[in-house]
């Protein structure tokens, strides 16, 4: 397995220096079989989700989405969307064309939110969303029309409707207060409404898993996983209804939101994290929530590497014992620098530019067990991975009771398109994992974007539908999006 690469790694550090190291990383190689038992872990896990009267108490939500397939191609219109949830807030412009089958982003704005304001009250985050919105309809001309709302709101979250959804929890950098157990829908329009000078269209919520699935799934239909490895890391997939125990029906399939951050949230990951992690989790503005997603994404890996370095260093096994200020303030060392540090060719000069900036005085072993460092970090992240997509494919092929699956996954997220190794060391673990099951992995074009315009598309379609069936059929019927793969 590519795992090795860590031995690639190992060149021109001393021996006695490199087996001292080695005994700090060695809890950061997980072995096929440690991959194997997490695999059989979450496998249970996704069930307890997913069951009646278990999944109140389940670290893996397993959260119904009521999309139950993606788009026909007959979408058309121009729709808003929000994307709340990563790095940056942004909203779009977003045009689908049928003649074509084609979705258009015709313009987008990015929207910088202060770190107070993701830690304040939930009231100034809606305000702020609302008078960025005003901006960009001013901007585009748009003031005056009232489109259909896409928001991608990348959190936890009770779907009820699919303009009805629930916060559970925030995770990541945020944590406004007076959101969690609320309407987030409703806390936009109240923010919209409360400035009063426009006003939107019906709005459709989505997870960016979701958007990202919808969004591949339009230019390739077998797309039925959806992945995001970037600030956090959450699947969606599409399980058969008949399983969902707490939606009614037997046919069919409905997309699940996975939520799979939370696995480990119940202790079961004990043996595998590191003090490391213990501290990364401690020391975050949620501790005890999101375990797995701390040993995975974006948002912490950089930080599990800093800790590293300052153990390292204080055990005088780099930068002959001097710390700076930098290494020891917490994330100074931003998870980006570990694609830089750990790319095939300048990998070596990133690093000594990096450990240069921070203030740190290295030499060319120093350099060397950093890049060992940030290996085995974003190693175990991408095998962690892989053992959690290679679970979801193989229940997708049992559920068939299929010898063999060949399936798509959209992905999306910074840390897999941007790391040099990542997405080829996820991939083999899932072919180790899963080798019934051939996948083939799609790059999402912005899905958290497209993605979310598209469901909005497609619910606008079912809800013209829906119109016409409900003479026919039950109430509680109108509110999912009747779309079949
Ligand atoms: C959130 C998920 C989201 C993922 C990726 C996690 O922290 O709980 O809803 O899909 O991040 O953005």
């Known amino acids: 397995m590519s795992g090795d690469a860590s031995t690639v790694h190992t060149d021109g550090i001393p021996p006695d220096a490199l087996s001292k190291v080695q005994e700090y990383l060695e809890p950061f190689h997980l072995s096929v079989e440690k991959l194997r038992e997490v695999s059989a872990r979450l496998r249970k896990d996704l069930v307890r989700g997913l069951g009646k009267h278990s999944h109140h108490k389940a670290p893996v939500k397993m959260l119904p989405t009521f999309v139950r397939a993606t ?12 994307d709340l949830g990563g790095t940056n807030f942004r909203v779009l412009h977003v045009r689908v064309v049928e003649e074509e089958q084609k979705v258009l982003k015709m313009d987008s704005q990015i929207c910088a939110i202060p770190k107070e304001m993701m830690l304040g009250p939930g009231v100034q985050l809606f305000d702020h969303i609302a008078a960025c919105l005003n901006d960009f309809l001013v901007s585009q001309n748009l003031k005056g029309q009232t489109l259909p709302l896409g ?14 959804s629930i916060l559970i929890r925030w995770t990541k950098g945020f944590n406004c207060s007076g959101v969690e157990g609320e309407d987030v829908v409703k806390l936009l329009k109240e923010a919209i409404h409360r400035r009063g000078d426009y006003d939107i269209g019906s709005v459709a919520m989505v997870n960016d898993t979701v958007g990202t699935m919808m969004s591949c799934g339009y230019r390739d239909q077998s797309c039925e996983i959806g992945m995001i490895i970037g600030t956090g890391t959450n699947a969606c997939y599409m399980e058969e209804i008949k399983n969902v125990r707490r939606v009614e029906g037997e046919d069919g399939r409905m997309c699940i939101n996975t939520e799979w951050g939370g696995f480990g949230d119940d202790g079961c990951l004990k043996d595998i994290r590191t003090e490391f992690d213990v501290v990364v989790d401690e020391t975050s503005i949620n501790p005890g929530i999101h375990n797995f997603e701390k040993m995975i994404s ?19 096994l780099l930068f002959e014992g001097r710390t700076s200020e930098a290494l020891l303030t917490p994330d100074a060392f931003e998870t980006k620098f570990m694609s830089e540090i750990e790319e095939r060719d300048g990998g070596l000069e990133n690093t000594q530019n990096i450990l240069t900036e921070l203030g740190l005085k290295w030499d060319s072993v120093d350099s060397r067990i950093v890049r060992l460092v940030c290996n085995a970090v974003s190693s175990r992240s991408a095998r962690l991975c892989g053992a959690a997509l290679a679970t979801l494919a193989n229940r997708i092929r049992v559920n068939r009771r299929l010898d063999h699956l060949k399936t798509t996954v959209g992905v999306d997220g910074t840390v897999y398109k941007k790391h040099p190794n990542f997405s080829e060391e996820l991939r083999a673990t899932v072919r180790l994992l899963a080798p019934d099951c ?12 497209k993605g ?3 469901v909005t598309a497609v619910a606008q379609r079912l809800a013209h539908q829906t119109r016409l069936k409900c003479f026919y059929q039950s109430q509680k019927y109108q509110k999912y999006i009747y779309i079949f793969f």
Request: include cysteine.
């Open 71 to 82: 788009p026909d191609g007959t979408e058309k219109g121009d729709f808003l969307a929000l």
């Open 151 to 164: 928001f991608t709101f990348s959190f936890p979250c009770e779907q009820k409707e699919i303009d009805k």
């Open 298 to 316: 974006g948002m912490y890996l950089g930080e599990i590497v800093r800790l590293l370095l300052v153990r390292l260093t204080e055990n005088k």
């Open 438 to 449: 051939d996948i083939t992995f799609l790059v999402s074009e912005d899905g958290s974007g």
């Open 452 to 454: 979310a315009a598209m």
